[in-house]
């Protein structure tokens, strides 16, 4: 199947600071990829979609100032989280939609991204 | 808005009993896919069955199957000879042409040996 990678697995910072998680597919090429974030014992929620050459769709109340997304190539997109706070912390986890059956969302292993 | 429910928060089965998770969505669509999605501790998700909703046949994959309802707008998981390794988060999302997929809210699975 076709496989997702993320990077870092698990980031740590400080208030105010910006960081960047990196979603490739390693196997095939997305020209979408989606971005979710899914609090502790909850479910995931979508906050953008990541277009490969074009501006993020984001959610209704995502902050796109906050949460930048860049998809620069066809295997890589980027969010950002920038001037971080604690209420940022949480489980962020990006998928994309296989070459080979588009309709399924084959989903990165997450970032934990602790905020202090 | 496409909306996807899980009435069950948690559920739990004997080993090699078995389980069935229930889903129900709303949506206009009449060409959709439904998918489940298991999420272990590793919080990997993982997809364990699709089904397209133009096919009346209800999606099989070894141990686990579908009972697929579109007028009920129903999409329910059975587990046959349940294992210790199906404990997990089950997640059941919708996806529509557009790509977006919805979730719902999750069942947890307790495997007892």
């Known amino acids: 199947g076709a496989v997702v990678s993320q990077h870092p697995s698990w980031v740590i910072c400080k208030s105010g600071t910006s960081v960047k998680i990196e979603c490739r597919s390693l196997d095939f090429q997305a020209t979408t990829m989606f971005w979710y974030r899914q609090f502790p014992k909850q479910s995931l929620m979508l906050m953008a979609t990541?277009?490969?050459?074009?501006?993020?769709?984001?959610e209704q109340g995502v902050e796109k100032d906050k949460f930048l997304i860049n998809h620069a190539s066809l295997t890589l997109s980027t969010l950002t989280v920038t001037s971080a706070h604690p209420e940022d912390s949480s489980f962020y986890i990006c998928s994309a939609p296989s070459g080979l059956t588009t309709d399924t969302q084959y989903f990165g292993p997450g970032t934990r991204l602790t905020v202090l | 808005a496409q909306t996807v429910t899980q009435s069950q928060p948690e559920m739990s089965v004997q080993e090699a009993e078995t389980v069935t998770l229930s889903c129900t969505y709303d949506?206009?669509?009449?060409?959709?896919?439904l998918f489940w999605y298991k999420q272990p501790p590793s919080r990997q998700m993982i997809l364990v069955i699709r089904?397209?909703?133009?096919?009346?046949q209800n999606a099989t994959e070894n141990r686990f199957s579908v009972n697929f309802q579109k007028a009920a707008k129903s999409f329910s998981l059975k587990i046959s000879d349940s294992q210790l390794g199906d404990a997990a988060m089950y997640f059941c999302?919708?996806?529509?042409?557009?790509?977006?997929?919805?979730f719902g809210a999750g069942t947890r699975l307790t495997v007892k040996p």
């Open positions: 990541s277009n490969e050459g074009s501006k993020a769709t984001y």
């Open positions: 949506t206009s669509e009449s060409d959709y896919y």
């Open positions: 999302a919708y996806r529509a042409n557009n790509n977006d997929m919805r």
């Open positions: 089904q397209e909703a133009y096919k009346q």
